[in-house]
């Protein structure tokens, strides 16, 4: 009887833990970015990591403590139409507990851990080069993350195809001197990250003492 009870907890947890985490993961980010003149030429974006309360972050981050950031560099311009067309791009987000981030001075953004570091491209709708009275735009591309000190948090499928969602305005109010557009949008995986703690054998088995 005990056999069979136990049994049908692990049928029960198979089910129940998955669904324990099915809350919404994503990196939430919000920056300025500066365009390329040219085909050849290169986007740059820095950023600043928020919680996404109610939802949660891939990796657990300790928002009271310490502050996170986002940089894109060298994301080539391959097409320039409608959408913009970028390939061969590097993103990465830093971990930092000294010098907050400052937009006069990105190397601020850059001076803390590298968490994860991966490859991005993507297509850039940018309204107002079609609509010359909207400053608005979106797009979407793909990170496969290669680096960082957390890679291994993830399990191997679940380090690459993420999505990375943008919502672009040269207009806005928010935009720091010197930058091109704000950036506002998203990284998310193409599942739901699970933690890497397991309940083991011999704690299930405690359990149904």
Known sequence: MKARILFLAIVM???LLPGAVMAQQFFDYFG?????DTVGDSLVMYAEV??????????PLDFDN???TMVITDLELVT???PEVYANGTIAIYEDNGTSADYAATGTFTDGTALLVGNVSMEIYHLSHVIPTNTTGNGTGTVDWIGGTNLNDFAPGDQV??????GTNSGSGLLEPGYDEVWDGKVEPVGVI???DRVTWDELKSWMK
């Open 66 to 68: 310490y502050e996170y």
């Open 13 to 15: 947890l198979t089910f």
């Open 50 to 59: 928020r919680d996404p309360a109610p939802a949660t972050t891939p990796l």
């Open 80 to 82: 320039d139409g409608f």
């Open 161 to 166: 195809g993420w999505t990375f969602v943008v």
């Open 194 to 196: 699970v933690g890497t």
């Open 32 to 36: 300025m970015t500066l365009l390329p």
